[in-house]
């Protein structure tokens, strides 16, 4: 059974800084890309960034130079360092698994950025 739980959402004021975690059971990890997610209210789920396998690195244009993804393979832990945040980055943040077809979804964590 997949799982993948992510961590480290919370309120924090506009230029603060967070670290969120997604921690994965039931998956080869080392072999899955993994990316975190967003959706805000009324809003489609965008992909904020994505970690291959290898360890390349995506951003979406929004969020480059302020946010880094990594992970670590032993805890099989995807990360996401967010800084300078900003109001527009208030959303619900997902973790995302994927290797080949199959592909899996964390539960989700609020980020809540005030000005």
């Known amino acids: 059974q997949v799982q993948l739980v992510e961590s480290g959402g919370g309120l924090v004021q506009a230029g603060g800084s967070l670290r969120l975690s997604c921690a994965a059971s039931g998956i080869i990890f080392r072999l899955n890309a993994m990316g975190w997610y967003r959706q805000a209210p009324g809003k489609q789920r965008e992909v904020v960034a994505v970690?291959?396998?290898?360890?390349?690195?995506n951003y979406a244009d929004s969020v480059k130079g302020r946010f880094t993804i990594s992970r670590d393979n032993a805890k099989k832990t995807v990360y996401l360092q967010m800084n300078s945040l900003k109001p527009e980055d208030t959303a619900v943040y997902y973790c995302?698994?994927?290797?080949?077809?199959?592909?899996?979804w964390g539960q989700g964590t609020q980020v809540t950025v005030s000005s």
């Open positions: 970690i291959t396998s290898g360890g390349s690195a």
């Open positions: 995302h698994a994927e290797f080949r077809s199959a592909d899996s």
